[in-house]
């Protein structure tokens, strides 16, 4: 995962080359990276990379982990 507050490296997926390095090194096939408020999917150098806005991605860690304080107390 990556986390950016651009719509750079959604035009420009080659500028992430440090997450592409570690998928790549950990034989992973896609990574997340979050945008300011764009989303979508791409593949690069057979890496499946998927944008999802800032404040989306916040939502949903925040409800996950609400959820499992829920089913762990529950």
């Known amino acids: 995962m ?3 507050w651009s719509y750079r ?3 420009k ?4 080359k440090s997450l ?11 990574a997340l990276v979050t945008t300011i ?3 979508g999917s791409m593949e690069k150098n057979k890496i499946r ?3 999802l806005p800032a404040a989306l991605y ?6 996950n982990t609400i959820l499992q304080k ?5």
């Open 2 to 4: 990556e986390i950016k």
């Open 9 to 11: 490296f959604l035009e």
């Open 13 to 16: 997926p080659e500028e992430i």
């Open 20 to 30: 592409l390095t570690f998928c790549e090194n950990n034989k992973l096939k896609s």
């Open 37 to 39: 408020d764009k989303s």
């Open 49 to 51: 990379i998927h944008y």
């Open 58 to 63: 916040a939502y949903t860690v925040g409800r």
């Open 70 to 74: 829920q089913n762990r107390n529950g």
